[in-house]
T-cell receptor, first 114, second 110 residues
Framework: DGGITQSPKYLFRKEGQNVTLSCEQN?????MYWYRQDPGQGLRLIYY???????QKGDIAEGYSVSREKKESFPLTVTSAQKNPTAFYLC?????????????FGEGSRLTVL | ELKVEQNPLFLSMQEGKNYTIYCNYS?????LYWYRQDPGKSLESLFV?????AVKQEGRLMASLDTKARLSTLHITAAVHDLSATYFC??????????FGKGTRLHILP
């Protein structure tokens, strides 16, 4: 079945540690996205990528890093520079071009900093 | 930059009633999306609206788009408890940057 897989689903981290969240898709989509959601809040864009080996900062990129070495993978690293990393992280993908439709989302990764 | 504002942010309504959620956006956007999120879950796509005057309907939900007014609406007809969820709208900006509103938390009372 085609879809987006995020792992881990739950993650605990001590302050000062970097952590990497995995996002893999087998939908053959060119574009991939990372969003952060805080309780009772909307989704805020962290990074997005329209094509392999290229990505753009979103509205809250500080303290995060990404890579896009393969079309199907877009991992997000939450660095120790991110001051308040506890949140629900959502990865999404979509087709590009004039016929492009909606974003498809993974199940999310819930990060808690202890 | 594209900004997306939804209102209301919270809505409590009785079953059987009709209501509308509004989504205003600040600059030109060629796609307007509506999503649903249940508590603790991910987002599920409801509608994609592509052009001025577009109207889409699925069950008790109907979405419309007015690009001149930079306004999309999500209308709920004869609400039922199963529609209780948070609803998000989002717009597509240049370079495929997709920006979401803060969401409308809908609570339908029996």
């Amino acid at each position: 079945d085609g879809g987006i897989t995020q792992s881990p689903k739950y993650l605990f981290r001590k302050e000062g540690q970097n952590v990497t969240l995995s996002c893999e898709q087998n939908l053959n989509h060119d574009a991939m996205y990372w969003y952060r959601q805080d309780p009772g809040q909307g989704l805020r864009l962290i990074y997005y990528s329209q094509i392999v080996n290229d990505f753009q900062k979103g509205d809250i990129a500080e303290g995060y890093s990404v890579s896009r070495e393969k079309k199907e993978s877009f991992p997000l690293t939450v660095t120790s520079a991110q001051k308040n990393p506890t949140a629900f992280y959502l990865c999404a993908s979509k087709e590009t071009g004039v016929s492009a439709g909606e974003l498809f989302f993974g199940e999310g990764s819930r990060l808690t900093v202890l | 930059e594209l900004k997306v504002e939804q209102n209301p942010l919270f809505l409590s309504m009785q079953e059987g009633k009709n209501y509308t959620i509004y989504c205003n956006y600040s600059t030109t956007s060629d796609r307007l999306y509506w999503y649903r999120q249940d508590p603790g879950k991910s987002l599920e796509s409801l509608f994609v609206l592509l052009s001025n005057g577009a109207v889409k309907q699925e069950g008790r939900l109907m979405a419309s788009l007015d690009t001149k007014a930079r306004l999309s609406t999500l209308h709920i007809t004869a609400a039922v408890h199963d529609l209780s969820a948070t609803y998000f709208c989002a717009g597509r900006y240049r370079d495929d940057k997709i920006i979401f509103g803060k969401g409308t938390r809908l609570h339908i009372l029996p």
